[in-house]
């Protein structure tokens, strides 16, 4: 059995965390929404035939009660490294908002970084721009650079960012120097993977959960382009429990094949329409749904749109 194999199963996956959480939208109690999600993503993964081991998940065991860091899912021995959110944008679910979505990527066991639940710092761009936006340059430096490498002025750069308080300083530079903003409240792995597809988004810029940025980093091995992060640290808490889970370099910058190491396949499954896929509706067979699925060893691309129970 290969990696590619499991392109399936992660499909089935994140379809049915889909359709479990379709029953929440704007129903506004985003923990049932995210419980009925964690629950029906874990049940598909117990009967495939895989021997599955959550590296990504709900969080650590005392924190969670399934798809929790450690957990040991599946029917198979084929082991695989599991990087999941099964409700990205529980918010977005609960008051009905675009870009929900399950998302799921597997690997071969240890190609996935263990990265601990904390703020990673990241930028992503689309492939031929390597060497040109890096991490540790400043935000007026990456776009000017940008610009430049895309050639057009900078006031048709397109830079996507979390509409976050922490973002201020950044947000201000971008206006200052003239680039166009696009502020999104949640997604950003939908986002960063934007950017990759060639979607009008140009640059992904700002802080958000280093787990979405393990499940982006694993869509970027498949579709290629660029991909930074690192770990931002809050606490002595924090960089203890990086420590727990084997960071021993507290400040590294990460790139793709850092975070996604080996060959990965990943999927993701719309809940309510977005940019990247559309939402679940009903369907005359059962549900309608629409799943981007990818795969790096393959190099396979797939929007699989279903109408079934």
Avoid at 296 to 305: D, K, M, Q, V, Y
Wanted: overall charge negative; glycine content about 10%.
């Amino acid at each position: 059995m290969k990696i590619s194999d499991t392109l399936w199963i992660a499909g089935e996956a994140s379809r049915a965390a889909a359709v479990a959480s379709f029953d929440w939208v704007g129903r506004g109690q985003e923990k049932a929404a995210d419980a009925a999600a964690v629950d029906a993503m874990r049940t598909t993964l117990n009967v495939a035939n895989i021997a599955g081991k959550v590296v990504i998940g709900e969080g650590e065991r005392d924190e969670a009660p399934m798809l929790y860091i450690g957990e040991e899912v599946g029917n198979g021995d084929f082991a695989v490294d599991i990087a999941l959110d099964p409700l990205e944008g529980t918010t977005l679910c609960a008051e009905a908002r675009s870009g929900a979505m399950a998302v799921i990527a597997l690997a071969e066991r240890g190609g996935l970084l263990h990265a601990p639940d904390v703020y990673m710092e990241k930028i992503a761009a689309a492939t031929g721009l390597e060497g040109v936006v890096d991490l540790d340059f400043s935000v007026s430096e990456n776009i000017n650079r940008l610009a430049e490498a895309l050639d057009k002025p900078i006031s048709e750069v397109q830079v996507c960012m979390l509409k976050r308080e922490r973002h201020q300083t950044q947000i201000q530079e971008i206006r200052r120097i003239g680039a166009k903003l696009v502020l999104i409240d949640d997604g950003d792995i939908a986002a960063a993977i934007q950017v990759a597809t060639g979607a009008g988004i140009d640059l992904y810029l700002g802080s958000g959960g280093a787990p979405e940025g393990v499940l982006s980093a694993a869509a970027y091995k498949c579709l290629g382009g660029v991909f930074q992060g690192r770990l931002l640290f809050r606490n002595d808490t924090e960089r203890e429990r990086a420590a727990k889970w084997g960071v021993r370099d507290l400040n590294r910058k990460y790139d793709i094949h850092d975070l996604a190491m080996s060959d990965v396949v990943f999927a993701a499954t719309g809940v309510t329409d977005g940019s990247l896929v559309s939402g679940v509706q009903p369907g005359d067979s059962g549900f309608i749904t629409e799943t981007l699925l990818l795969d790096s060893a393959s190099n396979r691309r797939l929007l699989i749109e279903e109408d079934r129970g």
